[in-house]
């Protein structure tokens, strides 16, 4: 019996919500799932991959940072944000937990370093390689 009351009351919290941003309940339930799902894809990037960085192709820090990845003996995927059909909403999702919206975004076996001048500042103080071998 409580649990239907909890479900109910759940339900019309997010009912009200929705109408709070003007959506419908079904587009709120979406855009949370396809949030989730965003969630899910850059966790798993990060955590499965030694030396994850989200770049641009467009920019001289990220070439810079990318040109450098091979020297460090790591595994490494480069996902490129410019190219990826949900790249704007990776960089906001990034944003609000990293604190960083700027591309190249790197990470270190699931530690966030930072971007391109935080990236070679880790890199000449041996810092980088301390983490990447940890």
């Known amino acids: 019996m409580c649990d239907g009351k909890r479900e109910n009351g759940r339900r019309m919290f997010l009912r009200r919500r929705a109408q709070s941003y003007g959506q419908s309940r079904t587009s709120y339930s979406r855009r949370r799932s396809?949030?989730?799902?965003?969630?899910?894809?850059?966790?798993?990037?990060?955590?499965?991959?030694?030396?994850?960085?989200?770049?641009?192709?467009?920019?001289?820090?990220?070439?810079?940072?990318?040109?450098?990845?091979?020297?460090?003996?790591?595994?490494?995927?480069?996902?490129?944000?410019?190219?990826?059909?949900?790249?704007?909403?990776?960089?906001?999702?990034?944003?609000?937990?990293?604190?960083?919206?700027?591309?190249?975004?790197?990470?270190?076996n699931g530690k966030h370093v930072g971007g391109c001048d935080d990236f070679f500042k880790a890199q000449s103080s041996g810092e980088l390689s301390k983490l990447i071998g940890a």
């Open 34 to 108: 396809k949030t989730s799902a965003l969630l899910h894809q850059i966790t798993f990037h990060v955590q499965h991959t030694d030396l994850p960085a989200l770049a641009s192709r467009a920019f001289t820090d990220c070439s810079r940072v990318k040109s450098a990845l091979p020297s460090l003996g790591a595994q490494f995927k480069v996902l490129e944000l410019d190219q990826e059909s949900s790249g704007s909403e990776y960089q906001s999702y990034l944003a609000e937990k990293t604190g960083q919206r700027t591309v190249p975004n790197v990470f270190v």
